[in-house]
């Protein structure tokens, strides 16, 4: 009788290999699948900071002052947005005016409100030039309300 051994540890063997360069071969391909590229942070900031009136037309004058940053999460945003910042800027001034409920903007509550706005605006302000960019979140680095 014949010693099979050898011969299922080279079948195993075979098996193990090809296996191996099948994840190698495969792995990547998956990988380019995904929308945003891991582990890209980058963070643009908004220069100068914006300064505008805040409140109801006709009261006490309050000034809001915001030091802008965007953090975007592909490498390809940064040209984009810097090519499109007058727009950009154009609309955190007018939301900023917008706001008229100084209380509001006091709060915790009230400027997590106005950050995720001021997402939303400027992604919809890329989205309108076509860009195919996004941000991932805006940040306010300075955010001074003075009555």
Request: glycine letters at 4%; charged letters at 20%.
């Amino acid at each position: 009788m014949k010693n099979f051994a050898p011969m299922i540890f080279k079948r195993n063997t075979v098996l193990v290999l090809l296996l191996t360069i099948y994840a190698l071969v495969a792995g990547p391909a998956f990988a380019e699948d995904e929308p945003e590229e891991r582990g890209i942070t980058d963070y643009i900031e908004m220069e100068p900071a914006f300064v505008t009136h805040v409140g109801e037309p006709g009261n006490q004058v309050v000034y809001l002052k915001a030091a802008v940053t965007m953090r975007a999460s592909r490498e390809s945003t940064r040209p984009a947005l810097v090519a499109h910042m007058p727009r950009l800027r154009h609309e955190l001034v007018m939301l900023f005016g917008e706001q008229t409920n100084v209380d509001q903007l006091t709060t915790q509550q009230g400027q997590q409100a106005l950050r995720e706005a001021a997402a939303e605006r400027i992604n919809a302000a890329l989205t309108e030039q076509q860009t195919g960019e996004r941000i991932a979140d805006v940040l306010f680095t300075e955010f001074v309300v003075q009555r």
